[in-house]
């Protein structure tokens, strides 16, 4: 079935440095999501990729998916406390419907 | 627009006793999900439903465990009898065709 993992599990940056989150996908993906969960709170939509090796850019992240189209990363450059959260990637499962990745939680120490 | 709306917001109950999870969707969106989230299992979906009917439901984990959307702007998760293994976060998501997700701010059910 759909497996879709996520490395690290875990990251404890200290303020200004920068995050990289790595997803893999046992299968070729269609197109890729990714959200961000803040403490307590919801996952929150941030991007879709569907081309092969697309690379995106929203401020400081950089999502790009993979040639082959079974991995992605997310890159944080100078992370601010206001990163805090867990990272999901998400791959298409069935019809209309998404496999959510394990997801990477982030600590920024100030 | 208002986003997913769901209630409660926390949901404290004992074992036994039915509990009704309620979700009202994006305006305009056609596919509505019901996931569960705890910390060893993460991010699970129960059930998702597409233009009001029931597409997939394997994630459901027990008969206890039921669905409904009656209409295109309101969904119930039921379960009944409640068991404390249920405790987790439940999130209501809705999206229009296949774009990203929008959930509501969860339901935090805690069963005793």
């Known amino acids: 079935g759909q497996q879709v993992m996520q490395i690290p599990q875990y990251q404890h940056v200290q303020e200004g440095e920068d995050f990289t989150t790595y997803c893999n996908s046992s299968?070729?993906?269609?197109?890729i999501q990714w959200y961000k969960q803040r403490p307590g709170g919801h996952p929150v939509f941030l991007i879709q990729?569907?081309?092969?090796?697309e690379v995106k850019k929203q401020k400081r992240l950089t999502f790009q998916f993979g040639e082959a189209k079974k991995n992605s990363s997310l890159h944080i450059t100078a992370t601010q406390t206001t990163d805090v959260g867990t990272y999901f990637c998400?791959?298409?499962?069935?019809?209309?419907?998404?496999?959510f990745g394990t997801g990477t939680r982030l600590t920024v120490i100030p | 627009d208002a986003g997913v709306i769901q209630s409660p917001r926390h949901e404290v109950t004992e074992m036994g006793q039915e509990v009704t999870l309620r979700c009202k969707p994006i305006?305009?969106?056609?596919?509505l999900f019901w996931y569960r989230q705890t910390m060893m299992r993460g991010l699970e979906l129960l059930i998702y439903?597409?233009?009001?009917?029931?597409?997939?439901d394997s994630g459901m984990p027990e008969d206890r465990f039921s669905a409904k959307m009656p209409n295109a702007s309101f969904s119930t998760l039921k379960i009944q009898p409640s068991e404390p293994r249920d405790s987790a976060v439940y999130f209501c998501?809705?999206?229009?065709?296949?774009?990203?997700?929008?959930f509501g701010s969860g339901t935090r059910l805690t069963v005793v």
């Open positions: 990729l569907v081309k092969s090796g």
């Open positions: 439903f597409n233009n009001n009917v029931p597409i997939d």
């Open positions: 305006s305009g969106h056609n596919s």
């Open positions: 299968t070729t993906l269609s197109n």
């Open positions: 998501a809705s999206s229009f065709s296949v774009g990203g997700y929008t």
């Open positions: 998400a791959g298409p499962s069935g019809a209309n419907n998404l496999f």
